[in-house]
């Protein structure tokens, strides 16, 4: 596997690649995004590792031109601390995944791997709507930079809504998907609203706009603004 690091912080470079030449990946490290950038059109790699932040051309930009020329290998972008606007902004400019600086290897390595595993645009390893976001890697949750504590069957519950995206989901379906019991030989509808209410009560916290919505007869969806 192969891997092109592009950061111009040469401690942070040095780390990645003694780091991941440990995991047995090959790591080419270039320190601007114009070496970064001939590296990633001249050779083929499995991951792209991405600073923001660098001399020159900045690592969105690069992103982007790459992103407009049909590349598709798998970007993991590095953004600085308390930077949501770079998050948001590499999502959109074709980053498959971001970390946060300072990060702990292990997660880097385990976001790789996801990215690895999942190839480009076959499976999202988040998933968004409005400020709320879930991580399917690390299995959490975030609204408006805050983390919600979920259970791992409202977890579930949040990921089935947000796959659905405006889509209304019924209890049948959330009785067969996430409860898998399709036969619904025990009615699970009170306990499908139970975890409803609980989700609803951790994700639409006061003074947020609501984004879990009941629609009467049918069931449940997830989006901004009314349902
Ligand atoms: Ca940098």
Do not use: C
Request: aromatic letters at 4%.
């Amino acid at each position: 596997m192969r891997v092109l690091v592009i950061e111009d912080e040469k401690k942070v470079a040095r780390a990645l690649q003694q780091g991941l030449q440990g995991e047995h990946y090959e790591v080419e490290v270039a320190e601007t995004g114009e070496d970064g950038f001939f590296s990633a059109l001249s050779r083929s790699f499995d991951v792209i590792i991405l600073d923001v932040m660098l001399p020159g051309r900045s690592g969105l930009e690069i992103l982007k031109t790459l992103r407009r020329q049909g590349h598709r290998t798998p970007v993991l972008v590095l953004t600085a601390k308390d930077a949501i606007e770079d998050r948001v902004v590499g999502l959109d400019s074709g980053a498959d995944d971001y970390l946060v600086k300072p990060f702990a290897f292990a997660e880097l390595l385990a976001r790789v791997r996801a990215l690895i595993r999942r190839g480009r645009s076959i499976e999202p390893v988040r998933l968004r709507v409005a400020d709320l976001e879930i991580d399917l890697v690390t299995r959490k949750a975030v609204r408006a930079g805050e983390p919600i504590d979920l259970t791992a069957r409202e977890f579930d519950l949040l990921e089935y809504l947000l796959r659905h995206g405006e889509e209304i989901v019924s209890r049948e379906m959330l009785a067969r998907d996430v409860w898998k019991e399709p036969s619904r030989g025990t009615p699970l509808d009170n306990v499908i609203d139970v975890h409803i209410a609980r989700l609803r009560k951790k994700v639409d916290t006061e003074g947020r706009a609501k984004l879990i919505h009941t629609v009467r007869g049918v069931g449940f969806l997830v989006k901004l603004g009314e349902a």
